[in-house]
């Protein structure tokens, strides 16, 4: 695919034109073109651009509302698309995954989603706004083996750790990994709140999902109940 139609991809999400961006999703699906190269290098650095310009003044809230549209008329087109990379896979796991309390972003929760899914792990996703007890409580319901968290906002960050509180308060902590992402979250962050592990993108959420599946089967051996 060449560097124009990538730039075409970027700038239908800067100006907030969803059905350009769902057109050039097609078009790409249509070439043949990993759906995640389409996202990774067309869509989201229009999401990164549209991000910089809010942070400068130089775009409002609508505009960064139209955007996610464009971005989220995209991804109806891809998702499926990555989804059908994983229906031959043996399941990996449950995640449990969600935008904690006090945040709507939910773009990068659900790519993180539709990659997890796309790798074999059945994924039960939240939604935004999701509060600690809500995440336990789903937990708790279908037995899972991760609790993802995003969050988008410095200010909304901090729930993440509540996230971990309220598993602890439902006793589920020992039998559930937590692994935390979103922009402003670091590894050192992750640390601090006790969570199990940090990914940076989605891609790496998958990685450290295996990962932290692989400690838990090799736990589960070394205590047999
Ligand atoms: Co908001 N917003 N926003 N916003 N928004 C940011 C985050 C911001 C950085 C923009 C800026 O100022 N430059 C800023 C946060 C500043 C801060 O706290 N540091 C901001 C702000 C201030 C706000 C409001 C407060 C604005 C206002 O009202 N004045 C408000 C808050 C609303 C709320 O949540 N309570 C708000 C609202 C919105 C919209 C509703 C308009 C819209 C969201 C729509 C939606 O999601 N349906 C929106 C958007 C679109 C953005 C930006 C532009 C783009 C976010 C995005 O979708 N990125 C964003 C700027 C930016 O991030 N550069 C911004 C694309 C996505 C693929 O990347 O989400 O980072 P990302 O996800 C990545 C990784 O982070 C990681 O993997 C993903 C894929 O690679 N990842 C995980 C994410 N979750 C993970 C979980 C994991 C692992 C990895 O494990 C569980």
């Known amino acids: 695919m060449s560097d124009d139609t990538f730039s075409a991809m970027r700038q239908s999400i800067i100006d907030g034109a969803?059905?350009?961006?769902?057109?050039?999703?097609?078009?790409?699906?249509?070439?043949?073109?990993?759906?995640?190269?389409?996202?990774?290098?067309?869509?989201?650095?229009?999401?990164?651009?549209?991000?910089?310009?809010?942070?400068?003044?130089?775009?409002?809230?609508?505009?960064m509302m139209a955007s996610a549209e464009a971005m989220r008329a995209a991804m109806a087109v891809l998702d499926p698309e990555l989804k059908k990379l994983g229906t031959e896979r043996p399941m990996a796991g449950v995640v449990i995954l969600g935008t904690t309390q006090g945040d709507i972003h939910e773009i990068g929760k659900m790519l993180v989603g539709?990659?997890?899914?796309?790798?074999?792990?059945?994924?039960?996703?939240?939604?935004?706004?999701?509060?600690?007890?809500?995440?336990?409580?789903?937990?708790?319901?279908?037995?899972?083996?991760?609790?993802g968290v995003s969050a988008l906002l410095t200010t909304t960050m901090?729930?993440?750790?509540g996230v971990v509180e309220a598993l602890e308060k439902a006793g589920l902590r020992s039998q559930v990994q937590v692994?935390?992402?979103?922009?402003?979250?670091?590894?050192?962050?992750?640390?601090?709140?006790?969570?199990?592990?940090?990914?940076?993108?989605?891609?790496?959420?998958?990685?450290?999902?295996?990962?932290?599946?692989?400690?838990?089967?090799?736990?589960?051996?070394a205590e047999p109940v």
């Open 18 to 63: 969803p059905d350009t961006a769902s057109a050039l999703a097609r078009q790409a699906v249509a070439a043949g073109i990993a759906p995640l190269e389409a996202i990774n290098h067309g869509f989201v650095p229009g999401m990164h651009a549209v991000g910089e310009q809010f942070g400068q003044g130089k775009m409002f809230l609508p505009d």
């Open 114 to 147: 539709t990659l997890l899914s796309a790798h074999g792990f059945r994924v039960h996703d939240l939604g935004v706004d999701v509060t600690g007890e809500q995440f336990a409580a789903k937990a708790r319901e279908l037995n899972a083996d991760i609790v």
């Open 158 to 161: 901090r729930n993440q750790r």
């Open 179 to 221: 692994m935390v992402g979103g922009a402003p979250v670091t590894r050192k962050w992750a640390e601090e709140i006790g969570a199990d592990g940090y990914a940076k993108d989605a891609m790496s959420a998958v990685a450290l999902a295996r990962s932290l599946m692989e400690q838990k089967t090799r736990s589960a051996v």
